[in-house]
Nanobody, 124 residues
Framework: QVQLVESGGGLVQPGGSLRLSCAAS????????MSWFRQEPGKERELVAT????????SHVDSVKGRFTISRDNAKNTVYLQINSLKPEDTAAYYC?????????????????WGLGTQVTVSS
């Protein structure tokens, strides 16, 4: 069956770094663009970054540009999110999702598959 399994979250001090991973199985990974979203308690899930199906195109929202980098390894069926210079406002659950069309990436309802998330907490 289809699975997306996120890992790499944790408690980190402000200014620290984390590398999130999302391992995919059960579907043809290279056929999907992959995104990272994040969600704070009581708020809507928001798009953070998307990588194209072959890893060439990337898109990051303005609030994370220069600090977050999305990438993928199709040989390992894995997508990554490198997070640097972490801030307390980055505290959230981070989810990966798979979407077929690049233009659909902004809307959660367009995603075919989701992981269960990994928690990132930034605190001193």
């Amino acid at each position: 069956q289809v699975q997306l399994v996120e890992s790499g979250g944790g408690l980190v001090q402000p200014g620290g770094s984390l590398r999130l991973s999302c391992a995919a199985s059960g579907f043809i990974f290279k056929d999907y663009h992959m995104s990272w979203f994040r969600q704070e308690p009581g708020k809507e899930r928001e798009l953070v970054a998307t990588v194209g199906n072959y890893g060439i195109s990337t898109s990051h929202v303005d609030s994370v540009k220069g600090r977050f980098t999305i990438s993928r390894d199709n040989a390992k069926n894995t997508v990554y999110l490198q997070i640097n210079s972490l801030k307390p406002e980055d505290t959230a659950a981070y989810y990966c999702g798979a979407v077929r069309r690049w233009s659909d990436r902004w809307t959660m309802e367009n995603y075919s598959y989701w992981g269960l998330g990994t928690q990132v907490t930034v605190s001193s």
